[in-house]
DNA sequence: TTGACTATACAACAATACTTGAAATATAAA
DNA sequence: TTTATATTTCAAGTATTGTTGTATAGTCAA
């Protein structure tokens, strides 16, 4: 996890609208969902879902698979895992005690 | 952590100044950073590190303490904390096998 | 092949965020 | 009290992001 990604998904889940859709997918791992599903769920305009469907797919944040007519959407859990991971790792620098379990094993870098 | 402070965090962090603010802060717990020590070490000019840190604590990801004629401030970590435990719930939810193993290594960041 | 359906691409516009210099505020030092 | 220092506020402009309707490209079913 470098920084540039980190921000990429950050901004991925810094809307409300992604944010919700996140958690939808989520909640329906691992089978997804296709965007008509979604735009329904959320009574949003297609082209407007569209837009940040796209946006969540070039961060990785989600993963896209053609079915036949329609596009089904899954969260990538492994990709959020790694900035659960990215994020403690930052929060645990040098304050290990505020953070998650004491006995793991956390060896950070410099932050330059 | 509601939908709404999350939403407010993720925006704080994505953007690739405020990243490197916070984790310069947190690099400096507990003891934190005044204005013009993350101004000349991130070469930015005041106004616009102003600008980004009025954000960053109005998010409460930052919080500062007025020292004299200087304005000191300090990675929020508890808040951090706290949304990483809402980032682990929504990513396990439905998908507990998927996420914090008990002895997991934290494996830590790339620098940038 | 035709017609219906799903979703995206494009284009125009609206809204929001970012950056900057000048001015203001507040504290400290001389 | 006067001057210097630290930081923020304000205003203006630039840049980016978000929203929407229309048009387009695929896919399916008859």
Redesign the interface.
Known sequence: ????L??KL??S????IR??I??ML??H??TGLVAGEIASKLDLPPTNLSFHLKAMTHASLVIVAQEGRYQRYRAN??V??S?????????????PE????AD?????????
């Open positions: 996890m470098d920084k540039q980190a921000t950050f901004e889940l810094a809307s409300g944010l919700d996140f958690r989520v909640k791992a691992p859990l492994s959020m895992q900035l659960i991971d990215y994020l403690t790792a930052e929060c645990c620098t040098g304050n505020l953070c998650f379990d793991k094993a956390i060896t950070c870098c410099d932050t330059n």
